[in-house]
């Protein structure tokens, strides 16, 4: 199984890019998918996450800016970043919890991660 992140890159402040995570392999379902982020000197933190059923869940520095959805069909989640600030740079990682097969406990899987850099 392996988690595939797209989007990213050099943004300007107040800039609104899409990151992209898509799930392939073999696996029965996905369960809680999500966003982290990673600044430099910093620990990885919570960004974004929903459940299955649609239920969201941000990091208080990015509600009303960032939005997270998932097209369960495609195996995909995606983050809708808006009105970004340099504080917001750093490596995004997309998650998901994967069940490989039925019976078994869903396992979180991570992306390789994306660089996004919010700098005029």
């Known amino acids: 199984v392996q988690l595939q992140a797209s989007g990213g890159g050099l943004v300007q402040p107040g800039g609104s890019p899409r990151l992209s995570c898509a799930a392939s392999?073999?696996?029965?379902?996905?369960?809680?998918m999500g966003w982290y982020r990673q600044a430099p000197g910093k620990q990885r933190e919570l960004v974004a996450s929903?459940?299955?059923?649609?239920?969201?869940n941000y990091a208080d520095s990015v509600k009303g800016r960032f939005t997270i959805s998932r097209d369960n069909a495609k195996n995909t989640v995606s983050l809708q970043m808006n009105s970004l600030k340099p504080e917001d740079t750093g490596v995004y990682y997309c998650?998901?919890?994967?069940?490989?097969?039925?019976?078994?406990?869903?396992?979180?899987?991570w992306g390789q991660g994306t660089q996004v850099t919010v700098s005029s």
């Open positions: 929903i459940t299955r059923g649609g239920i969201t």
């Open positions: 392999g073999s696996f029965v379902s996905i369960n809680d």
């Open positions: 998650n998901a919890e994967i069940r490989a097969t039925w019976g078994r406990a869903a396992l979180p899987k």
